[in-house]
Nanobody, 118 residues
Framework: QVQLVESGGGLVQAGGSLRLSCAAS????????MGWYRQAPGKQRELVAI???????NYADAVKGRFTISRDSAKNTMYLQMNSLKPEDTAVYYC????????????WGQGTQVTVSS
């Protein structure tokens, strides 16, 4: 069984930076996508940034140029560097790894709170 554990969230002033980490335990094989999502109060969960197995990296328009997704395969860890943070970035951030083909899986972390004050 795979477990994903996020860390690095916190309270930061607008314009500041945070780096989120997502550490995976267990074996993740042949994933189709891995990335970061967020959910603000009263809103649906939305994609922030994602790697695809095809080698693409995609970002939500709202974070392009400010956030950078990266990963260290040797450490089984994925990161989200967030710069120039805005109050509207306030949300719980989740990491996710999924495979859409058989055998299918969809793993989520517990989430880490990011709060940006104005």
């Amino acid at each position: 069984q795979v477990q994903l554990v996020e860390s690095g969230g916190g309270l930061v002033q607008a314009g500041g930076s945070l780096r989120l980490s997502c550490a995976a335990s267990g074996s993740i094989f042949s994933w189709n996508s891995m990335g970061w999502y967020r959910q603000a109060p009263g809103k649906q969960r939305e994609l922030v940034a994602i790697f695809t197995s095809g080698g693409n990296t995609n970002y939500a328009d709202a974070v392009k140029g400010r956030f950078t997704i990266s990963r260290d395969s040797a450490k089984n860890t994925m990161y989200l560097q967030m710069n120039s943070l805005k109050p509207e970035d306030t949300a719980v951030y989740y990491c996710n790894v999924q495979r859409i083909l058989y055998p299918r899986y969809d793993y989520w972390g517990q989430g880490t709170q990011v709060t940006v004050s104005s």
